[in-house]
């Protein structure tokens, strides 16, 4: 039997702090620019900084890469926007024992930000931090209306999105199961486990990849060998880059 060892969901989410990266979340106060808000970039509106938040993101992905399609960008900035969300649930889930109302309307953006992608949570709201209110906060209330935003604007398909979808959420899994194990968080390192593997479960990302442990092998590519300079991620379901001839049937 695991005993689970929780502290308060604080203001600040400090306890995401020694995680870095794509874990830690900005909350409160004030933003530094008016940034819209992930609702506003799901239903496409347009706001006075950015215009279409999503597309705008896409083409700075795309100048970065150097991506030779469009496409390629959407795919990546998808994965980007999706490992920053799972990492978030995830990490106060498995150290916490809640997790913060993520609502797109309460989450703001920055599209013009480096990576990972910059969030701003204007209030903490603790949720229950099981599956039905990941699978709520995270699934449905983010990577759905993500990947109907991102078709209606560029040719890719939904199981690739979907496949970027399960890789992000394997990815932050595995992120936070090795901190958790290196810094003695047996407690979190199983909830982190169980989470995924139920997550991983679920029907929008059952026919995504496998899992093994904390392995996860795809059955999409992400394109990303298609940008210059790229390979496949470690999770690909191509071992290397796929001859040119092969490429048409790679998204």
Known sequence: MVLLLFVDLDQDLAALGPLGGFFVLRTGGASRTPLPTLAHAYENRSSDVYGNAITFRVEKVAHVLRAPELRIAASVAQ???AAR???VALGCAALYGRVPDLDAGLLHWDPDASAPDDLWLTEVRPLPADFATLVDVVLHGHLAPLVTALRAHHRIAPGLLWGNAASALAGAARQLDDWARLH???EAAARTRALAAELLAHPLLSDTGTL???AFRRRSCCLYYRVPGGGVCGDCCFTRAPRPSAR???G
């Open 79 to 81: 994965q980007g926007l």
């Open 85 to 87: 969300l799972w990492s």
């Open 184 to 186: 003695g968080r047996t």
């Open 212 to 214: 093994t442990g904390t």
């Open 248 to 250: 048409g049937a790679s």
